[in-house]
């Protein structure tokens, strides 16, 4: 296919991918359809280093991270755990009072503390 891009022509082939149909489908709006599995998985891309403005960075392939372990979420107890439960129950009780209360006051005209 041969395209152009801000004057400079150029040939674009892209690239053909294989897929099987698959047994899951149905319809929609009146018309089938169905999922494809691809025949053979994709390429991955090359690993190229380049860099922009002086700053160096790698595209494509695997690039190495610093691995932070994953912090470990505390065991709670059954007791803890109905404590939590009910205190946000209680705060979530609260607030919808202090809302109502709110509206009730605008809407009898009173002056409210909105802090």
Do not use: C
Not at 47 to 53: A, D, E, G, M, W
Not at 57 to 64: E, H, L, P, S
Not at 84 to 108: D, K, V
């Amino acid at each position: 296919m041969k395209l152009s891009y801000r004057g400079v022509s150029y040939d674009y082939n892209p690239p053909k991918v294989e897929t099987t149909e698959g047994q899951i489908g149905g319809k929609y709006r009146g018309l089938d359809w169905r999922f494809r599995n691809l025949k053979k998985p994709p390429m991955l891309q090359p690993t190229v280093n380049l860099k922009y403005r002086g700053v160096s960075y790698q595209t494509g392939g695997n690039t190495t991270t610093n691995t932070v372990e994953p912090t470990k979420t505390p065991v709670l107890s059954t007791q803890d755990k109905a404590r939590s439960l009910m205190l946000n129950h209680q705060r979530t009780h609260q607030n919808r009072q202090q809302a109502m209360l709110h509206r009730s006051a605008e809407a009898i005209g009173l002056a409210t503390y909105h802090g």
